[in-house]
């Protein structure tokens, strides 16, 4: 049996991999599937600018989300809300520069751009500030709805056979792959992956050369618009600012960054300058009501660069951490591959190979 400790993103889209290939999986969780840091995610898919190793991985993960997708919605029956409608970049005055510099560098990394200028901003948003000096389209943006996708990611996963345990506390591993658990109960396991992001702390026996991280706040506020004419209808940006609606016309706001914060909890003050940015973008946000707010930790390890890989220690424990705010973008690649890893220790990775430590 293999052992996965952590039901976010990274966990779940490597477990259904793994059932899909025939193997018995059980997936633990300190918390609910889906509710940590993976359900305060925006989960829009845009690589970053640059043309390294890690933006290769992205990309290579980006032209695999529409079949991923496709898949998924078709074994779970959920929509996710996938949609690759691209997003809106805009600035103020006082921001334009910076902007422009932006997307030129995403223009050198191979983005395909669509400037909106003057009046055309509103004529393609008409809610938009007026304010606004700036905006582009950048098209092969993709989105979807992260807590949507972690639920069809359950469910493909138990209909593959697969098994979930929530609630468990007290993770302790011995080198016979023994996980004892607080209050029962306990597992015999043949491999473990270890995909708890910031929890991994919280997990006892664990090898040394298993990466510790730093912690992240993110918070989002959800509002809701109106279902049949939604203020916001595409993925808005705005300096630190960014809008996502989703289906049923709710509007996702976000996110926060904060270095450092241990607790999973929306601070009134980070949830004010959230809207407070939102609503300066779209002035009428400012009248929409709050259906609830989001926050989750996430996980950063050294340089907050991927870390992937096998414990020198003990052969059967491997590791998917760090995946910061990409974990949605590259969990098609890093699920198959590190698969691949996990059921023969001898395949070659690809995409993941300059991450994957051994």
Known sequence: MILIIGAGIAGLSLGWQLVQSGADVTIIDKGKAGGGASGAAGAY???????????????????????????LERESGIDI?????????????????????????????????????????????????????????????????????????VMAFIERGGRLIENIEGCRINNALEVHTAAGPSFMAEKIVIAAGHGTALIEGLPSDIPQSRPVRGVMVELQMSRKSPLVKNPLKSGNCILLPLSEGRLLVGSSHEEGEERAEAPQAVVNQLLEDAVRVVPEIADLPIIKTRAGIRALVGDGLLRLGCSNENRNIFYSLSHAGAGYLRAPVIARELAKQILDPGEEPNWIAPFYKI
């Open 45 to 71: 898919l845009e690589p970053r600018p640059g043309k390294g190793k890690l933006r290769a991985l992205e990309w290579a993960s980006l032209d695999l989300w529409p079949e991923f997708a496709k898949s």
């Open 81 to 153: 809300g996938y949609r690759q409608d691209g997003v809106m970049y805009v600035a103020f005055p006082e921001a334009k520069q910076k902007l422009e510099q932006s997307i030129e560098n995403h223009q050198a990394s191979g983005w395909q751009v669509e400037e909106l200028p003057g009046k055309s901003l509103q004529s393609r948003a008409p809610a938009l500030s007026q304010h606004l000096a700036a905006g582009y389209i950048l098209q092969q943006v993709h989105h979807l709805d992260a807590q949507k996708a972690c639920q069809a990611l």
